[in-house]
């Protein structure tokens, strides 16, 4: 049960992150609009949880507003390419206002450190040399 709520909350946090991204910076995110669109059904089983109800809320308006969109220029042109779409999605992102979506406290987030930091640092940090900058070393003698 406790793995299960260390998964909603998971979940919940890249929820509002996506909430995020759509509140604050849609017209720099088409292809995070175009993945939504392409993906709308993943977010199915979030739409009768009530820890999601308010922010799935937030998404589906983005997603129903560029759907109809995008309905609107497939009834003009017909069938769409993906730069296409992403034209569309463009258009439509400096045409949005996010006064329509639900307000949310502004995300924080803190680092907490370990008590042995450097047992995860200094292998990383080596790995990091070894790969990047054609070091080469021996460890076998």
Request: with cysteine; aromatic share 14%.
């Amino acid at each position: 049960m406790q793995d299960l709520s260390v998964l909603e909350e998971v979940l919940r946090m890249v929820l509002e992150i996506l909430n995020s991204c759509l509140s604050h910076q849609l017209v720099y995110c088409p292809n995070l609009v175009y993945t939504l669109l392409y993906k709308r059904n993943v977010f199915e089983a979030f739409r009768s949880h009530s820890a999601f109800q308010d922010i799935i809320q937030n998404i589906d308006m983005v997603v129903g507003f560029f759907s109809s969109r995008l309905q609107r220029v497939q009834e003009q042109r017909g069938e769409l390419g993906v730069s296409e779409v992403l034209e569309v999605i463009s258009k439509g992102a400096s045409q949005w206002s996010s006064d329509r979506l639900r307000k949310f406290p502004d995300l924080k987030f803190k680092y907490v450190e370990e008590d042995a930091p450097e047992e995860f640092f200094i292998p990383y940090v080596w790995t990091l040399s070894l790969d990047f900058c054609m070091l080469y070393y021996n460890f076998c003698n």
